[in-house]
């Protein structure tokens, strides 16, 4: 597509529930990025994929969180056991080659996630 | 650990005048920084990049400025408008996989 899409725009769950989001990066773009923003904040690094290779986990915050990425293209992030305090807005973000390649990341309009 | 910071979270300015949004960041090896502007409800945009090896970029009303002697990074706005009312953030990259993001700086626009 013509850019990067994100579903559901909004998620309101109940503390314990699993959530999964969505994200279906811009088409050819090898990277892509999950970010999470809390109210107020700065983006928070979760993970990346680039290609083939084994994705970079190293922001995930805990084994509750999970994300995968099928044929190359789309990706979903799965919280499992929600808590209150993973309750931000998630965002995608995809680009040609990842940042080795300087290329420009071009986020989503992100996921809201509230749990109650 | 290390860090992008922002000196002031919000900055008002009249419309027309000029805007300067400010940085700080602290890994003397970072190499790429990069400025982006999120509207509320809306991902991030990019505005304008630079690398470590460039004192000053500019762009359409927009300019960057990168002193790494103090490790300081600023984005001015030319003529500010309504439309650039949002959250600025700065972010770096020190070779790695992922951008640093900093907390942000909430600029408004006054008539």
């Known amino acids: 597509g013509a850019g990067v899409s994100q579903s559901p725009s909004n998620k309101v769950t109940e503390k314990g529930k699993d959530v999964e989001l969505r994200c279906d990066p811009i088409?050819?773009?090898?990277?892509l990025y999950w970010y999470r923003q809390s109210l107020g904040q700065g983006l928070e690094f979760l993970i990346y994929?680039?290609?083939?290779?084994?994705?970079?986990k190293s922001g995930l915050p805990s084994d509750r969180f999970s994300a995968e990425r099928t044929g190359g293209s789309v990706s979903t992030l799965t919280i499992q056991r929600t808590q209150q305090e993973d309750s931000a807005v998630y965002l995608c973000a995809s680009s040609l080659q990842g940042l080795s390649g300087a290329n420009v990341l071009t986020f989503g309009a992100g996921s809201r996630l509230t749990v109650l | 650990g290390e860090s992008v910071g922002l000196h002031l979270p919000t900055l008002s300015v009249q419309e027309g005048d000029n805007s300067i949004i400010n940085c700080a960041y602290s890994?003397?090896?970072?190499?790429?920084f990069i400025w982006y502007k999120q509207e509320s409800g809306k991902g991030p945009q990019f505005i304008i990049d630079?690398?470590?090896?460039?004192d000053k970029r500019q762009g359409q009303r927009v300019t960057v400025l990168l002193n790494k002697t103090v490790k300081h990074l600023s984005l001015q706005i030319a003529a500010t408008q309504p439309g650039d009312s949002a959250v600025y953030f700065c972010?770096?990259?020190?070779?790695?996989?992922?951008?640093?993001f900093g907390s942000g700086t909430q600029l408004t626009v006054l008539p």
């Open positions: 972010a770096e990259n020190r070779g790695e996989r992922q951008l640093t």
């Open positions: 994929f680039q290609g083939n290779s084994a994705p970079d």
């Open positions: 890994n003397s090896a970072s190499d790429y």
């Open positions: 088409s050819g773009h090898t990277a």
């Open positions: 630079i690398r470590s090896n460039m």
